[in-house]
């Protein structure tokens, strides 16, 4: 019978080729602002993900670094596929009108609307090299470095990629929503295959 009761995982065996795979590995940071999410990824990449990292390497899966646009500039990796709006030669089309531009960033008559501010946050912000991949894991000459979905995209189409291994960090926040994460890439039509073992979510008080 078609009740929740019954939905559970399956069991399914595929056969992968890897000249049409990529491992995504999102905001795998060697830093972060809580400290337990920073002791348990870290564990995971060095136990899990490095191993991973090299089996993929090994058998000719393209690596792609997706560290978060904030520290990508560091990484020369990451030119391959920017765009000239990327690199800044190109002016962003002008925003749309609505909602209006005080509501989007909740000041003068929308400040109430506003959301308490995370002060660890804001201090982050203003150091960008926190955002450094974990050593370890690279990026390693071969390796590419992509800063949105738009040129992860390019480097797919170009590469003849189409099927997505995740892992990474944080697994119910940046590696579901963000413009390179699954759901973005999963609606642009790609394979998505997210690796449980070698992820970690942010957890809460409750959880």
């Not at 765009?83 to 190109?90: F, M, P, Q, V, Y």
Request: hydrophobic content about 40%; some cysteine.
């Amino acid at each position: 019978e078609c009740t929740e009761a019954n939905f559970r995982h399956r069991d399914r065996d595929w056969s992968i080729p890897a000249e049409h795979s990529a491992l995504v590995l999102v905001d795998c940071w060697a830093e972060h602002f809580i400290k337990s999410h920073e002791a348990n990824s870290g564990r995971i990449m060095l136990e899990t993900l490095l191993p991973a990292v090299r089996a993929a390497r090994a058998a000719g899966v393209t690596i792609i670094h997706a560290p978060s646009p904030t520290y990508v500039q560091a990484y020369p990796q990451w030119l391959a596929y920017a765009s000239d709006r990327d690199l800044g030669l190109e002016s962003p089309p002008p925003p749309d009108d609505w909602p209006p531009p005080d509501f989007r960033k909740r000041e003068g008559e929308y400040a109430p609307f506003a959301r308490p501010a995370e002060p660890k946050i804001a201090e982050w912000a203003q150091h960008p090299s926190r955002y450094r991949i974990y050593e370890p894991l690279g990026p390693e000459p071969g390796d590419f470095v992509i800063a949105n979905g738009d040129q992860l995209h390019r480097l797919l189409k170009h590469r003849k990629l189409l099927h997505l291994f995740y892992a990474g960090f944080a697994a119910n926040i940046c590696v579901l929503y963000r413009d390179y994460g699954t759901r973005a890439m999963a609606q642009r039509g790609y394979n998505i295959v997210l690796l449980r073992d070698a992820t970690l979510g942010i957890e809460s008080h409750d959880t």
